[in-house]
């Protein structure tokens, strides 16, 4: 079993259309089956799979969630707005922050800097930011628009965080 994390889908979420242009989606539809598509071809069925926030709006929610792999966790967004009987279902656990094995944080947005460095101790590991890639070393945005619309696998997290210390 592998572990993936990944944030802010925005499945079903009309205004992706406008901001996310480039991928030349004409409806909302096919920018859902492309990321679905995209989560597959690296989630199996039987891998755990981490949501920061942000991953669905709208009506049918339990359909498309059931369509994407994993064992699946939510951390909540600013975007979960949903009634939470909606999630239940599809996620071993719905969280809004939490320790990762003693390796870092994971939130949907970023932790302040000074509760990461007085408090948590350890890096940030988070979502919720569209246009700012990089906060500094102690903090990793796994956006998926930023990694080819696929969640980020522990390694490639570990590997890139070792690499900004």
Not at 113 to 134: A, T
């Given at each position: 079993m592998s572990v993936f994390i990944g944030s802010d889908h925005h499945l079903n979420h009309k205004n992706t259309l406008k901001f996310k242009s480039e991928l030349g989606f004409d409806n909302i539809k096919d920018y859902n089956d492309f990321v679905i598509e995209q989560h597959n071809s690296v989630v199996n069925k039987r891998d755990k799979v981490i949501f920061l926030g942000d991953l669905i709006f709208g009506n049918n929610i339990e359909y498309i969630i059931s369509r994407m792999n994993g064992i699946k966790e939510l951390y909540l967004g600013n975007h979960e707005k949903q009634n939470i009987k909606h999630y239940v279902n599809h996620f071993i656990n719905i969280r809004a922050i939490q320790k990762y094995k003693k390796l870092f944080i994971l939130s949907h947005t970023p932790i302040h800097?000074?509760?990461?460095?007085?408090?948590?101790?350890?890096?940030?590991?988070?979502?919720?930011?569209?246009?700012?890639?990089?906060l500094g070393p102690n903090y990793l945005n796994v956006n998926i628009q930023f990694h080819d619309y696929k969640p980020w696998s522990i390694e490639e997290i570990l590997d890139t965080l070792s690499k900004r210390k």
């Open positions: 800097p000074y509760e990461l460095r007085n408090n948590w101790k350890l890096p940030n590991v988070h979502g919720h930011l569209h246009d700012i890639v990089d």
